[in-house]
């Protein structure tokens, strides 16, 4: 069954929201270790002890601990039957529940990690990092009703857990709660103060709400978390050109660049400063570039934006002067 159709019981009611950005929910992907029984002096027969100590529970946490091994190592698709035996052998065991949740997500099996974090849920109901990787799961399948329950229930349980809400902000973006989208971003800044994404969203949340100077803070703390920020590289330069900060602008532009270099709209960006700079040939150079890369992505509609440009530039190259 789909995920964004899945039916998993509710948890109260709450309504979300988003924007037509690229949206990537974050997963905490700390492996949850098991709690290992006390050890117990033996006053029966060695081989009494010996049955005793191959219970179900016990049988579980080794395979359990022998996943975990295998990830450490790895070896995913070892650790994810690991998790599997340790399920089937005790049901209650929510750390094998969750760490399989954890290594399916790895191997790109959406579905079945949903699956997986909600039988943690399940198998231990205070298990805030389970619901809350649970709702970044159905975020990623777009089912943000049931996504805003769990990491509301996460937070709930833990208001720490900074990638809750940073996850929360995205479905409260794609609403277009840009209020409500940005206060949760500022509690993901304060519990993950060195992740990036955060402060990148809250940029394009200032930016949809005006508040450009806010905007410009944010992309810059971004880009202090992480230099190599395309994106927040990119918002920076667009923010400068709109100010008429041709060169800041053109700077940031190449700063993006330079974190990935095939992000077309950075080079196309820094076509339109070369024009306002009057360095035609610059211009066309970088144009047809961005040209270039939005046909091998094929974007068409900015193909045919570029060769528009490319004309009205090639004009004013030809302009005597």
């Not at 029984?37 to 529970?57: D, E, F, G, I, K």
């Not at 009205?312 to 005597?320: D, F, G, M, Y």
Request: aromatic share 10%.
């Amino acid at each position: 069954m789909n995920i964004s159709c899945k039916k998993y019981p509710l948890i109260g009611i709450l309504t979300l929201l988003v924007l037509g950005v690229n949206i990537k929910p974050v997963f905490s992907t700390s492996p949850h270790l098991p709690i290992s029984p006390p050890s117990v002096t033996c006053h029966l027969s060695s081989v009494t002890c010996h049955l005793l100590a191959q219970n179900p529970r016990q049988i579980a946490l080794d395979w359990l601990n022998r996943g975990l091994q295998a990830i450490q190592g790895g070896k995913v698709e070892e650790a994810i039957a690991a998790f599997r035996q340790a399920t089937k052998l005790d049901p209650t065991l929510a750390a094998a529940h969750y760490n399989l949740g954890l290594a399916l997500r790895q191997t790109g099996k959406l579905q079945p990690a949903a699956d997986a974090f909600y039988q943690a849920t399940q198998a231990d109901p205070q298990f805030a990092l389970a619901f809350a990787n649970l709702g970044s799961a159905l975020l990623e399948g777009n089912n943000l009703q049931l996504a805003n329950d769990y990491l509301q229930r996460a937070l709930q349980l833990d208001p720490k857990l900074g990638f809750a809400h940073y996850n929360l902000g995205l479905i409260k973006e794609i609403k277009k709660d840009w209020d409500g989208a940005i206060a949760s971003f500022q509690q993901a800044i304060i519990n993950s103060p060195n992740s990036p994404e955060p402060s990148y969203h809250l940029g394009l949340c200032y930016l949809q709400k005006g508040s450009i100077e806010l905007a410009k803070a944010a992309f810059s703390a971004a880009i202090t978390i992480n230099p190599k920020y395309a994106e927040a590289h990119y918002n920076l330069g667009s923010i400068l050109f709109n100010q008429g900060k041709f060169k800041e602008a053109l700077d940031a532009f190449r700063k993006s660049t330079q974190a990935n270099a095939n992000y077309a709209d950075a080079y196309y960006g820094a076509g339109l400063v070369f024009v306002q700079l009057k360095q035609y040939p610059e211009a066309i150079k970088v144009i047809k570039y961005a040209r270039d890369l939005y046909k091998n992505q094929g974007n068409t509609q900015w193909v045919n934006n570029a060769d528009k440009l490319l004309t009205q530039i090639q004009k004013l190259n030809n302009k005597p002067r």
